[in-house]
Nanobody, 121 residues
Framework: QVQLVESGGGSVQAGGSMRLSCVASGGTSSIECMGWFRQAPGKEREGVAAFGGSGTTHYADFAQGRFAISQDRSKNTLYLQMNSLQPEDTAMYFC???????????????WGPGTQVTDAS
């Protein structure tokens, strides 16, 4: 059973940067793709970025050019570097893992508990 734990959230001023981390454990050889999703209050969960087994990446339009997803396989860790953060980026950010697909659709099989990113402006 894959387990995911996010870290790195907190409060950030508009225009600031933040890096989220997600450590995967237990059955990680089953993972083909890992992604970041977010859910703002009163809104549906949406895909942010995904990182496939072949190194391919996918970004939501709002993340393109501001966010960067990366992975350190030696540490079973997924990262999301977020720059030029804006108040609308305030949300709970979730790490997710999929057995065999890599999209921004939230049909992933494994999910972390989330880490909160909040606008401090």
């Amino acid at each position: 059973q894959v387990q995911l734990v996010e870290s790195g959230g907190g409060s950030v001023q508009a225009g600031g940067s933040m890096r989220l981390s997600c450590v995967a454990s237990g059955g990680t050889s089953s993972i083909e793709c890992m992604g970041w999703f977010r859910q703002a209050p009163g809104k549906e969960r949406e895909g942010v970025a995904a990182f496939g087994g072949s190194g391919t990446t996918h970004y939501a339009d709002f993340a393109q050019g501001r966010f960067a997803i990366s992975q350190d396989r030696s540490k079973n860790t997924l990262y999301l570097q977020m720059n030029s953060l804006q108040p609308e980026d305030t949300a709970m950010y979730f790490c997710a893992a999929h057995r065999n697909r890599c999209t921004l659709v939230d049909n992933y099989g494994w999910w972390g508990p989330g880490t909160q990113v909040t606008d401090a402006s």
